[in-house]
């Protein structure tokens, strides 16, 4: 309870302009401040103020002089935030914040939350796209190290009340530190029917090796990798926006694996959940290297990484998850998967 309240006000209480200049030093795409530059050439850093009308006075200049919303909105910002969770309350850890970086992405598939669709239809749980794929990823990392701590995903856009069209949501978290793990899902949720989630290997691992996974996918994974899914998972391939969402999936167990082998998905779409599967006993690997690994060798698998950039890169691309990604709940399971598809997959897709 205590790392998650102090957490929570080191970033959104005073202190945040000073710790996130800091981070912002370190890693410039953390998102913790935000520029405005107007036509007239005026130029404003959207941060958040000492008091809450020095907050109102900076929002009313970029919403144009609309006082109440920026009322409404700093009164939101500035307001203590009381977090409680049974899991939390049971476990006193203390984790140094000097080690610690920090990820955001305040909103994760944006054209999803732009379009605002709130009728589509799921596909056993899964939404392809939707208000539903839309999510708010905070992960925490050690920056000595790389490997993600904390992670914080929150899902807005959960369900819709028919009547009064207000929306329900739902937050999820975990917490991997010097061999503390919990994380808010105990045991993990599924919703899918007993039969079929044991026929894929979630409730029963000896059935892994005899039937198909389930595994969720970009719409634009390319055409080798679907070719090869097709084999090992047969028709249960769901597609989805949002990587955050996508991730989320295999959280929920409504899907065994998230694959993607482009190099467009970042280090803030990608920490907050890899710190909550590895809390959960999962991860998130680097899909090129696990092509390219001799499983013989008994070498670890090839988990993503949080402090450093890719070497001769600048920009957003220093950040990107340059080889894809796998995001699993079971170590056992992805190895399974890998070699299956392995099996279908031509050399050629293993350079991504």
């Known amino acids: 309870?205590?790392?998650?309240?102090?957490?929570?006000?080191?970033?959104?209480?005073?202190?945040?302009?000073?710790?996130?200049?800091?981070?912002?030093?370190?890693?410039?795409?953390?998102?913790?401040?935000?520029?405005?530059?107007?036509?007239?050439?005026?130029?404003?850093?959207?941060?958040?103020?000492?008091?809450?009308?020095?907050?109102?006075?900076?929002l009313s200049k970029v919403l144009n002089g609309n006082k109440l919303a920026s009322e409404a909105l700093a009164k939101v910002v500035h307001q203590d935030v009381f977090f409680s969770d049974p899991a939390l309350d049971s476990v006193e850890i203390n984790i140094p914040q000097d080690i610690l970086g920090i990820w955001v992405d305040p909103i994760d598939s944006t054209y999803q939350y732009i379009k605002g669709s709130a009728d589509i239809t799921p596909n056993q749980g899964i939404f392809p796209s939707g208000l539903q794929c839309v999510t708010v990823l905070i992960g925490v990392y050690d920056i000595q190290t790389g490997v993600p701590l904390m992670g914080v995903i929150n899902q807005p856009f959960v369900s819709?009340?028919?009547?009064?069209?207000?929306?329900?949501?739902?937050?999820?978290?975990?917490?991997?530190?010097?061999?503390?793990?919990?994380?808010?899902?105990?045991?993990?949720?599924?919703?899918?029917?007993?039969?079929?989630?044991?026929?894929?290997?979630?409730?029963?691992?000896?059935?892994?090796?005899?039937?198909?996974?389930?595994?969720?996918?970009?719409?634009?994974?390319?055409?080798?990798?679907?070719?090869?899914?097709?084999?090992?998972?047969?028709?249960?391939?769901?597609?989805?926006?949002?990587?955050?969402?996508?991730?989320?999936?295999?959280?929920?167990?409504?899907?065994?694996?998230?694959?993607?082998?482009?190099?467009?998905?970042?280090?803030?779409?990608?920490?907050?959940?890899?710190?909550?599967?590895?809390?959960?006993?999962?991860?998130?690997?680097?899909?090129?290297?696990?092509?390219?690994?001799?499983?013989?060798?008994?070498?670890?698998l090839p988990q993503l990484v949080y402090h450093v950039g890719n070497e001769g890169t600048a920009g957003v691309d220093q950040w990107a998850n340059k080889g894809g990604l796998i995001a699993y709940r079971s170590e056992k399971q992805l190895e399974t998967f890998l070699s299956r598809l392995l099996q279908h997959l031509a050399p050629v897709a293993t350079h991504t």
């Open 1 to 58: 309870m205590y790392w998650y309240r102090k957490l929570s006000k080191r970033i959104w209480r005073t202190s945040f302009q000073a710790w996130g200049k800091k981070f912002l030093e370190k890693n410039p795409m953390n998102l913790l401040m935000i520029w405005f530059v107007f036509t007239l050439g005026e130029k404003i850093i959207m941060r958040l103020g000492p008091t809450e009308e020095e907050t109102v006075a900076l």
């Open 160 to 300: 819709q009340d028919l009547h009064t069209r207000r929306w329900r949501g739902q937050c999820y978290w975990g917490l991997s530190y010097l061999g503390t793990n919990i994380h808010s899902l105990l045991p993990p949720v599924s919703t899918r029917s007993n039969s079929e989630t044991q026929s894929q290997g979630t409730q029963n691992p000896s059935s892994e090796v005899s039937c198909p996974f389930s595994v969720v996918i970009s719409t634009s994974e390319k055409e080798t990798i679907k070719g090869a899914l097709s084999h090992v998972c047969g028709e249960r391939i769901f597609r989805a926006a949002g990587a955050g969402y996508k991730s989320l999936c295999v959280i929920l167990g409504l899907a065994d694996i998230y694959i993607f082998s482009e190099d467009t998905t970042f280090k803030w779409d990608s920490c907050a959940a890899h710190a909550i599967l590895r809390a959960m006993g999962g991860g998130m690997v680097d899909l090129k290297e696990c092509l390219e690994r001799n499983p013989d060798t008994g070498l670890d």
